[in-house]
């Protein structure tokens, strides 16, 4: 599945009157009842998110500087975590896995514009972040991209080709470094 080509995912995007509705509704209830609630209050910003299509599952860790595009779009799995500053730009659905992390100041990017075409339309793909993976500070994950299971994608990298799972990268394009050590997993195991 991971083999397939980024621009196979990417689909050209009309943002309809109703999109445009729900996001000016959005964007007010943000302002006034997300972006400056205290750090702790995760449950708040998770009980926000879900009256605007989310699904959040429990643990889950939205921080109140993480903009997010179109909350019906998001889809974070128990314990994921949306950190400080990260610009989540859900045109298209935008799946962080269980346990997995997205650190400070990240930007999830799922849609871009067809340069090839002189309309230059928007297109977009959705974006999945593995269970247990890890999104380091300040990287760039592109329109169709999967993010594997336990993948490392480190500080500043720009990703816009497939991680896979338990894969380290870096860089600008992300390029593979090593193989992550995967250990038991410790939970309900006592």
């Not at 990417?10 to 999109?19: E, M």
């Not at 298209?92 to 075409?117: F, K, M």
């Not at 993010?147 to 500080?155: S, T």
């Not at 990268?169 to 995967?182: C, H, Y």
Request: hydrophobic share 45%.
């Amino acid at each position: 599945m991971l083999a397939r080509t980024r621009s196979s995912r990417l689909a050209r995007v009309r943002l309809s009157a109703r999109t445009k509705i729900l996001r000016a509704a959005w964007q007010t209830a943000y302002w006034l009842l997300y972006r400056y609630t205290p750090v702790p209050l995760h449950g708040w910003r998770r009980m926000v998110l879900r009256c605007f299509g989310a699904e959040v599952g429990p643990g889950a860790h939205p921080y109140p500087s993480a903009a997010i595009w179109a909350p019906w779009n998001l889809v974070m799995e128990r314990g994921s975590c949306l950190s400080r500053g990260v610009d989540c730009y859900s045109v298209a659905p935008v799946i962080i896995g269980e346990g997995a992390t997205v650190s400070q100041y990240c930007y999830l990017c799922a849609a871009s514009h067809d340069y090839n075409d002189p309309e230059f339309p928007l297109t977009a793909g959705p974006i999945a972040i593995g269970a247990r993976a890890w999104v380091a500070a300040g990287a760039f994950v592109g329109p169709g991209v999967t993010v594997g299971e336990g993948a490392v994608v480190g500080a500043r990298a720009v990703v816009t080709r497939d991680v896979e799972p338990w894969n380290v990268v870096a860089g600008n394009p992300a390029r593979f470094i090593k193989v992550r050590e995967q250990r038991q997993q410790q939970r309900g195991n006592n």
